[in-house]
C-alpha cells in the first residue's frame, strides 16, 4: 500500500539553491541544472519550463556538478552532494551516468567521496571522465582528490590524493588540450560549531599527462596557508581565485609557470568558502567571469570587472557554449536561469519547486494556508488549494522573518504570523497592512561576533511558537526560553541556559584564513521547543548540543532528563509533545555533523525520566518525529532521504513512498487529515487524507472511510488539449500557468497542484482484480457505478460528485456561447454511500457532502440549485432523445423517398422533410462550434445547455428569473417534441402501412 500512495506537490515553484549546470552541444534549447537537493532538472525550450529527470534512478538528492559530453550529447554524468558546505548541506552517493540524454540514469558508484565538485568530460572521448571529489564535509576520509574513469565510470582510479582532509574542489581543463588539467585542492571542515576553510592541504595542481602524474604550482601563489580556490583556463593563460591572507584574482600566461596577483577586490572574493567561481570565455582571451554573490565579467582579462545582473544572487556555476558563447546556463541560489544574448536577459527563476524550507506550519483558514522559510529567500504563505485550478507563485507572499527561520500563526488571527530569521532577527507580520514590526528578543546585531562576545546566542533556525493554550503568549529560544504576553513588545526569561555553554564551541567561526561569524553557526543554543497542548506550563527544550530538559510548572524550574543513550553532542532537531498523554514526548536528534549518519529517536512516557530509542528500522539521520493527532502511537519521521511511518509508537518502521521524491525532509506537520512536509530541496509536498495510514495496511480487499467531501467549485478555463506531451496555458489567478499532457491530464510546470475536487475514494486490493464502484444517495437510490481494473496495494477513484450527465448527440456541437454542457449537476450536500465490491465481497461506506463554507448559500438553497439543475438535464436529455429518434427515422424516410415512386415517394420527402423541421427547432445542426452561434442562432438544446451553465456559475439558490427562462424553454422543448410524437406516432406509422401494402422490394438488385 505505502508504495502506491499518491502525493501532491503544492509549491511554490520558486527556485532554490544551484551550483551545478550545463548544456547541450548541439541542441540550442536544452540545458541541465543540478539542485542543491532536488536532483536533476531538464528544460528544452531554454528555460520556459523545467522537468525533473533524476527521480526514480536517484538514492540521494543534492547534485554538485554535472556535465554533457560533447562528442555526444546523450552522455551526461551528475555528481551528487553539494560542494559548497553550508551548515544544512546533503550528501551524496556518488556519481549517475545518462546515456539517453537524462531519461535512464545508472549509479558508477563513488559514494564514498559524500561531496563532489566537478565533473569534466574530455571533448572526443565520452567515456573518459574526472570527478573532483571533495569529500566527507564533517570528517575524515581517504576517498577523497581526483578521481579518472577511462571505461565510462564501470571503473575508477584515484589519480590526485593528498591527505584525507583534503579533496579536490575545482577541476578545469585546459580546452584546446583536454591533456591538461588544473585541480583545486581544498583542505575544509564543518562542524556543529564552526567553518575551517583552508590549511596546509589547500593547493593548486596541474596533470599535463591526463592524470597520470601532477604538480603543485606554487611560483607567484600565496606561499602561506591557503583556502578554496577557483581555476579557468584559457590555454596557456589560466586564473585562479585564491583565499588567502594575501589572496585574490592571480593569473598565468604560461600554463600555471608563473603567477601574478591582478586583483584583490573584495567583492570577488567574499566568503571563499561559499564562492570563487572561476570561468574563462571559450573564444576571447581577454574575458573571464567570477561568480560571487553577484556575478561579475571583466574584458581585461581581470584587471577590472563589471557586474552581471542575475535573477537571484549567490551565484556558483556558469556554462558557456563554446560554439556560440551567447549561449549559456547559470546557477545561484534562486535557481538555473537560461541566457541567449550573454547575460544581457535571463530566463525566470519562478518556474523550479526546488525550494529548501526548514520548517512548515498551517494556519486557521479554510483552506488552509501553509507557511515555511525559504534558504537564501523569504519565508512564504502558501495556499493549500487554489480556488483557480493551480497554485501559482502569484498566490504566495512572505509573512515576515527572513530565509531560516520558524513561523508561528496566530489560529485566532491568522493574519498575525511571527517570523524568524538568521542573526536573532523576528518579526510580527500584519497582513492587513502589510507591515512586519521588529520584535527581535534581544535587537543587538550579533553578526562578526563569537557566540562567546554575546548576551544571547540564537541559532540559524531558532525555534517561535505560540501557546496552543493562549494565543497571546510567544516563545522564542535562544540559549535560554523567552516568553513575551503581548506579541513580542517585551520579553521574560523563564529559563536559565539550557546548553552546555562549553566555551570550546563559542569562539569565533571560520578560519584559519577567513571568518564567517553570519550566525549559522551560533552555538550552542536551544533548538527544539515544545509545550504540551494538554497541559499548560509543561515545556520541552532541546539544544543543539545534546541536552534535553524539562519543565512542569510554567518555567518556575527545570530538569536535565536528557537520553542516556543518546551519544553527547548531538543536536536535537525536534521534541514532540504527544497530543494524546502529556508524559509522552518524542525526540528527533542528528549527529550528521559529527560525521555519524545514524538516526536517534526517543521516547519517553514518564516525563523524560526514561526513555527508549525507537529508530530501527530508518536507514538515514532523522531530523523530524511527529505523532498523529487522530490515533495514539502512529509516527511519522522525516529522514535525509525520506518519510516512514509507524504504528507501533516507534517498534517498527516503513519508508512512505508513491511518487514522493528522495528528497531531504526537515520538518512535517498533520493539519485534518492531511501530511504536510517541508522538503529541503522540492518545495511543500501534502499527502491529502491520511485516512488509510491510519488504518494500516490491511493485506486483503479493504474500502478506507472517505473523509467528508466539500463542493468546491471547478476552475473555469477553456477546455484542456488532449495531445500527449503538448504544452498548454491555463489561466490561473491573475495570470497564467504552462502545463504539459500526461497519462491524459494537465501536469503544471510552474504552479503548483492543487487538491483533487471531489469525493476521494480510497481502497486496497491484496492484488491486481476488477473492482466495482457504486455511489447511493441517503435513500439508498444508486446515482453511478464505475467498473475498475484494481491494482495491488492503495487505489484512489475521485468521483467528482456528479449525477451522470444528460444524453449526448453524437455530432455536431452545443452552440452555448455562454457556456453549458450535458454535464450532470453535482450532488447537494448530504450523506451518501460508497459500495465497494471486489474479491467476491461488498463492503459499504457512508461520507459527507459539505457544502464550501466560505459561501452564503445554505444547504436548502444548493439542494434547489440541485433540482433545477436536474430538471434542465432531464428536459436536455427528453430534447436529445427525441433528436435522435428523428434522426433514425429521418434516415429511413430518406431511402424511401428515393425508392418510392410517384405520390408515395412524396409522402416519404414530405413527412421527412416535417420530421427535419421539428429536428431544427431542437437543435441547430449546422453549429460546429460555439462561435457557430453568429451565423445559426442556438436552439432549444442549446439554450437549456447555456442555462444549466448560468444555474451552475456559482453556489446559489436560482433567481427567479432563471427558473421563468426554464420554464419558457422547457414549454418550448415541450411543444416540439409534441409535434414530433404526433409525427412519429401517426403519419409515420400510416406512412409504414402504405408502404407494406405497395409492391416495392424491400431489396434493389441492381441491373
Known amino acids: 500500500m505505502l508504495d502506491t500512495l499518491r502525493w501532491r506537490e503544492a509549491g511554490p515553484h520558486r527556485g532554490g539553491r544551484v551550483v551545478a549546470v550545463a548544456g547541450?552541444?548541439?541542441?540550442?534549447?536544452?540545458?541541465?541544472?543540478?539542485?542543491?537537493?532536488?536532483?536533476?532538472?531538464k528544460t528544452t525550450d531554454a528555460g520556459t519550463t523545467w522537468e525533473n529527470i533524476s527521480d526514480g534512478y536517484f538514492r540521494t538528492a543534492p547534485v554538485g556538478a554535472i556535465a554533457v559530453s560533447q562528442a555526444d550529447r546523450n552522455v551526461i554524468y551528475a555528481g551528487t552532494g553539494e560542494a559548497c558546505l553550508r551548515g544544512n548541506v546533503s550528501h551524496g552517493d556518488g556519481v549517475y551516468r545518462s546515456d539517453d540524454a537524462g531519461k535512464t540514469w545508472r549509479s558508477l558508484g563513488l559514494a564514498a567521496t559524500r561531496h563532489i565538485g566537478r565533473v569534466r568530460i574530455h571533448p572526443n572521448n565520452p567515456d573518459l571522465v574526472y570527478v573532483a571529489a571533495l569529500g566527507h564535509a564533517f570528517g575524515p576520509n581517504r576517498e577523497r582528490g581526483v578521481y579518472r574513469s577511462r571505461d565510462g565510470g564501470r571503473t575508477w582510479d584515484l589519480v590526485l590524493f593528498h591527505d584525507a582532509d583534503t579533496g579536490c574542489i575545482d577541476l578545469c581543463m585546459d580546452p584546446f588540450n583536454p591533456r591538461v588539467l588544473y585541480a583545486a585542492m581544498y583542505q575544509v571542515r564543518r562542524g556543529p560549531h564552526f567553518m575551517d576553510s583552508g590549511g596546509q592541504g589547500s593547493g593548486l595542481w596541474k596533470s599535463a599527462d591526463g592524470g597520470d602524474t601532477w604538480a603543485e604550482l606554487t611560483n607567484g601563489l600565496p606561499t602561506g596557508l591557503k583556502g578554496r580556490i577557483g581555476v579557468a583556463s584559457h590555454g596557456d593563460r589560466v586564473w585562479a581565485m585564491v583565499e588567502a591572507t594575501d589572496g585574490g584574482l592571480f593569473r598565468s600566461e604560461d600554463a600555471g609557470a608563473a603567477w601574478a596577483k591582478i586583483n584583490d577586490h573584495a567583492d570577488l572574493r567574499q566568503r571563499p568558502w561559499y564562492y570563487m567561481h572561476t570561468y574563462a570565455h571559450p573564444t576571447d582571451p581577454e574575458t573571464v567571469y567570477v561568480l560571487n554573490l553577484r556575478m561579475?565579467?571583466?574584458?581585461?582579462?581581470?584587471?577590472?570587472?563589471?557586474?552581471?545582473?542575475?535573477?537571484?544572487?549567490?551565484?556558483?556555476?556558469?556554462?558557456?557554449?563554446?560554439?556560440?558563447?551567447?549561449?549559456?546556463?547559470e546557477g545561484n541560489d534562486g535557481g538555473a536561469c537560461v541566457s541567449l544574448n550573454g547575460g544581457a536577459t535571463w530566463s525566470t527563476i519562478y518556474n523550479q519547486p526546488t525550494a529548501q524550507f526548514y520548517h512548515v506550519t498551517t494556519d486557521t483558514r479554510f483552506p488552509y494556508r501553509i507557511y515555511g522559510a525559504q534558504q537564501d529567500n523569504t519565508t512564504l504563505s502558501v495556499p493549500s488549494r487554489s480556488d483557480h485550478g493551480?497554485?501559482?507563485?502569484?498566490?504566495?507572499?512572505?509573512?515576515?522573518?527572513?530565509?531560516?527561520?520558524?513561523?508561528?500563526?496566530?489560529?485566532?488571527?491568522?493574519?498575525?504570523?511571527?517570523?524568524?530569521?538568521?542573526?536573532?532577527?523576528?518579526?510580527r507580520y500584519n497582513h492587513r497592512t502589510g507591515q512586519a514590526r521588529d520584535i527581535t528578543v534581544w535587537p543587538d546585531d550579533p553578526i562578526g561576533f563569537g557566540a562567546v562576545e554575546l548576551r544571547h546566542r540564537f541559532q540559524w533556525t531558532f525555534p517561535i511558537h505560540l501557546s496552543p493554550h493562549d494565543p497571546n503568549v510567544l516563545y522564542a529560544c535562544g540559549?535560554?526560553?523567552?516568553?513575551?504576553?503581548?506579541?513580542?513588545?517585551s520579553f521574560e526569561q523563564i529559563s536559565p541556559d539550557l546548553t552546555r555553554a562549553d566555551p570550546r564551541t563559542m569562539q569565533s567561526s571560520g578560519g584559519p584564513i577567513t571568518k564567517d561569524n553570519v550566525s549559522t553557526e551560533m552555538y550552542p543554543t536551544v533548538f527544539a521547543f515544545a509545550e504540551s497542548a494538554l497541559q499548560r506550563g509543561l515545556f520541552w527544550a532541546g539544544s543543539d548540543d545534546g541536552l534535553v530538559h524539562v519543565s512542569r510548572d510554567n518555567g518556575g524550574t527545570w530538569t536535565n532528563v536528557t537520553p542516556q543513550d543518546l551519544p553527547e553532542w548531538a543536536m536535537i532537531s525536534i521534541i514532540e509533545a504527544s497530543p494524546h498523554d502529556p508524559a509522552v514526548a518524542y525526540v528527533a536528534a542528528t549527529r550528521y555533523k559529527l560525521d555519524d549518519t545514524a538516526p536517534y529517536l526517543f521516547r519517553t512516557a514518564d516525563y523524560g525520566r526514561s526513555w527508549q530509542r525507537i529508530d530501527a528500522g530508518i536507514a538515514d539521520f532523522t531530523r523530524v518525529i511527529r505523532e498523529d493527532p487522530k490515533r495514539r502511537g502512529m509516527l511519522y519521521a522525516g529522514t535525509e532521504t525520506g518519510v516512514y511511518v509507524s504504528w507501533d509508537d516507534g517498534a517498527r518502521w516503513e519508508r512512505l513512498g508513491g511518487n514522493l521524491p528522495v528528497v531531504p525532509i526537515h520538518d512535517l506537520t498533520i493539519r485534518d487529515d492531511d501530511l504536510i512536509l517541508a522538503t529541503h530541496g522540492r518545495s511543500f509536498w501534502v499527502l491529502d487524507d491520511v485516512t488509510p495510514l491510519r488504518q494500516g495496511p490491511q493485506g486483503t480487499a479493504c474500502l478506507f472511510q472517505p473523509r467528508a467531501s466539500i463542493r468546491f467549485l471547478p476552475p473555469g478555463r477553456f477546455p484542456a488539449p488532449t495531445t500527449p506531451g503538448i504544452k498548454t496555458y491555463p489561466r490561473v489567478s491573475a495570470g497564467g500557468a504552462t502545463g504539459k499532457v500526461v497519462d491524459g491530464r494537465v501536469h503544471f510546470l510552474d504552479a503548483g497542484e492543487n487538491p483533487p475536487i471531489g469525493a476521494l475514494i480510497q481502497f486496497e486490493l491484496p492484488g491486481p482484480m476488477p473492482a466495482t464502484l457504486a455511489f447511493h444517495d441517503s435513500q439508498g437510490a444508486l446515482i453511478k457505478q464505475q467498473e475498475l481494473k484494481g491494482t495491488k496495494g492503495l487505489n484512489r477513484y475521485l468521483w467528482n460528485m456528479r449525477y451522470p450527465d444528460a444524453t449526448k448527440l453524437p455530432d455536431g456541437v452545443l452552440s452555448a456561447y455562454w457556456g453549458g454542457s450535458t454535464i450532470g449537476p453535482v450532488a447537494p450536500p448530504g450523506t451518501y454511500r460508497v459500495d465497494l465490491t471486489a474479491g467476491g465481497q461488498t463492503q459499504s461506506r457512508t461520507f459527507e457532502i459539505r457544502r464550501d463554507p466560505r459561501i452564503e448559500a445554505s444547504d436548502e438553497d444548493l439542494r434547489a440549485q440541485f433540482e433545477l439543475l436536474m430538471a434542465i438535464r432531464d428536459k436536455l436529455t427528453e430534447v436529445h432523445k427525441g433528436v435522435l429518434r428523428a434522426r433514425a427515422v429521418r434516415r429511413q424516410l430518406t431511402e424511401w423517398s428515393k425508392r418510392a415512386p410517384g405520390a408515395l415517394g412524396e409522402a416519404a420527402a414530405s413527412l421527412e422533410r416535417g420530421v427535419a423541421e421539428i429536428e431544427g427547432e431542437l437543435c441547430e445542426s449546422r453549429a460546429k462550434g460555439r462561435a457557430d452561434s453568429f451565423n445559426y442562432p442556438p436552439k432549444v438544446n442549446s439554450k437549456l445547455a447555456s442555462l444549466q451553465s448560468t444555474v451552475a456559475y456559482a453556489d446559489a439558490a436560482p433567481t427567479e428569473q432563471v427558473r421563468a427562462v426554464f420554464a419558457e424553454m422547457a414549454e418550448r422543448a415541450d411543444g416540439h417534441l409534441k409535434r414530433l410524437a404526433a409525427l412519429m406516432d401517426e403519419q409515420v406509422p400510416s406512412l409504414g402501412e402504405r408502404l407494406r401494402a405497395s409492391a416495392i422490394p424491400l431489396i434493389e438488385i441492381p441491373e
Do not use: K, Q
Request: charge should be negative; aromatic fraction near 10%.
Open 296 to 329: 561579475h565579467v571583466s574584458h581585461d582579462a581581470g584587471r577590472s570587472f563589471a557586474e552581471i545582473p542575475t535573477p537571484h544572487g549567490d551565484n556558483h556555476d556558469l556554462w558557456i557554449d563554446p560554439a556560440d558563447p551567447e549561449r549559456m546556463v
Open 479 to 489: 540559549e535560554a526560553v523567552f516568553r513575551s504576553t503581548n506579541e513580542g513588545h
Open 24 to 41: 547541450d552541444p548541439r541542441h540550442r534549447a536544452t540545458f541541465y541544472f543540478g539542485a542543491c537537493s532536488g536532483g536533476v532538472w
Open 390 to 427: 493551480a497554485i501559482g507563485v502569484g498566490e504566495c507572499y512572505p509573512v515576515g522573518g527572513g530565509e531560516s527561520g520558524y513561523i508561528a500563526v496566530r489560529p485566532d488571527d491568522p493574519d498575525i504570523v511571527f517570523a524568524g530569521s538568521y542573526a536573532s532577527r523576528m518579526t
